[in-house]
T-cell receptor, first 113, second 113 residues
Framework: AQSVTQLGSHVSVSEGALVLLRCNYS??????LFWYVQYPNQGLQLLLK??????LVKGINGFEAEFKKSETSFHLTKPSAHMSDAAEYFC???????????FGAGTRLAVHP | SAVISQKPSRDICQRGTSLTIQCQVD?????MFWYRQQPGQSLTLIAT?????????ESGFVIDKFPISRPNLTFSTLTVSNMSPEDSSIYLC??????????FGQGTRLTVV
């Protein structure tokens, strides 16, 4: 069975600092991996996805993630945090067959001036 | 991409009543998905709805509690039946468009009192 673990339910960074949100997955088949962002009182927006092409995936708003099979990880990074990045971030996995997503518990990112 | 409209955006309901949530997509899609996001938690898939067939429910969710309709390729409804305070959650509709690309509605924030 597939699963996703997000390390750290809350992450706090200073504006301009590196953002690193951790995600590890478990899958018996080559996975598709996703990062979604949820702003307060809104739905989910896709940041980026990995679908077995390039291992370094660039997404919107300056975010990127690297698929590391040996580490079963798909960590999300951004070189310089903005105040507007404060939100909840979800890592998700699917088996690629169809888009039934298994979500991690989420990481709430706070950005301080 | 896909634009998904969910109605209502929020509601406060009395226990024992039922609420039907509508999901409208601006393009024809094969699969539609309904998720639940309980307060402070991640998303859990309730069921997958294909047009012209019965919805497929995930473990822990049953048709009597969450009946789903899928009358055509652009529309679906989810009913939360005989509600209790434990049903207070955000309910999100999602569709698959293209290869492993899921789009989400804004969600319906349900409070049961």
């Amino acid at each position: 069975a597939q699963s996703v673990t997000q390390l750290g339910s809350h992450v706090s960074v200073s504006e301009g600092a590196l953002v690193l949100l951790r995600c590890n997955y478990s899958s018996s088949v080559p996975p598709y991996l996703f990062w979604y962002v949820q702003y307060p009182n809104q739905g989910l927006q896709l940041l980026l996805k990995y679908t077995s092409a390039a291992t370094l995936v660039k997404g919107i708003n300056g975010f990127e993630a690297e698929f590391k099979k040996s580490e079963t990880s798909f960590h999300l990074t951004k070189p310089s945090a903005h105040m507007s990045d404060a939100a909840e971030y979800f890592c998700a996995v699917s088996d690629g067959g169809y888009n039934k997503l298994i979500f991690g518990a989420g990481t709430r990112l706070a950005v301080h001036p | 991409s896909a634009v998904i409209s969910q109605k209502p955006s929020r509601d406060i309901c009395q226990r024992g009543t039922s609420l039907t949530i509508q999901c409208q997509v601006d393009s024809q899609v094969t699969m539609m998905f309904w998720y639940r996001q309980q307060p402070g938690q991640s998303l859990t898939l309730i069921a997958t709805a294909n047009q012209g067939s019965e919805a497929t429910y995930e473990s822990g969710f049953v048709i009597d509690k969450f009946p789903i309709s899928r009358p055509n390729l652009t529309f679906s409804t989810l009913t939360v039946s005989n509600m209790s305070p434990e049903d207070s959650s955000i309910y999100l509709c999602s569709v698959e468009v293209g290869a492993a690309e899921a789009f989400f509605g804004q969600g319906t924030r349900l409070t049961v009192v």
